[in-house]
């Protein structure tokens, strides 16, 4: 089994940054994709980025290219999403999840491949 745990989020002004942190622990082989969804009040779950485990390829929703970037610590298992110029609509929970090994990444991001392990989740909040 995969375990995800997340850290960093918090309240922040419009403008300003935050770096979230999921550490994966417990049999990491098992995947090949790590993801950063969100859930805004109101709204479903949605991809927000996403990278397979070496780091080669990345992926975003287009409501946060150029804004947000994800990135990992192969060595400590971590992945990281760095997230600047925040909005209010970037508010939600924040969670970080994977999909299993061969699962495309970019399908995963875009909600048409399974998440196989969600992490609890971490809320961000955005005041204007």
């Known amino acids: 089994q995969l375990q995800l745990a997340e850290s960093g989020g918090g309240s922040v002004q419009a403008g300003g940054s935050l770096r979230l942190s999921c550490v994966a622990s417990?049999?990491?082989?098992?995947?090949?994709?790590l993801t950063w969804f969100r859930q805004r009040p109101g709204k479903e779950r949605e991809g927000v980025a996403g990278?397979?485990?070496?780091?080669?390829?990345?992926y975003y929703a287009d409501s946060v290219k150029g804004r947000f970037t994800i990135s990992q610590d192969v060595a400590k298992n971590t992945v990281y999403l760095q997230m600047d110029n925040l909005k209010p609509e970037d508010t939600g929970v924040y969670y970080c999840?994977?999909?299993?090994?061969?699962?495309?990444?970019?399908?995963?991001?875009?909600?048409?491949?399974?998440?196989?392990?969600w992490g609890q989740g971490t809320q961000v909040t955005v005041s204007s």
């Open positions: 999840a994977a999909a299993k090994t061969k699962t495309r990444c970019v399908q995963v991001v875009a909600g048409t491949a399974p998440v196989n392990y």
């Open positions: 990278t397979n485990f070496r780091g080669e390829s990345t």
């Open positions: 417990g049999n990491t082989y098992v995947t090949s994709c």
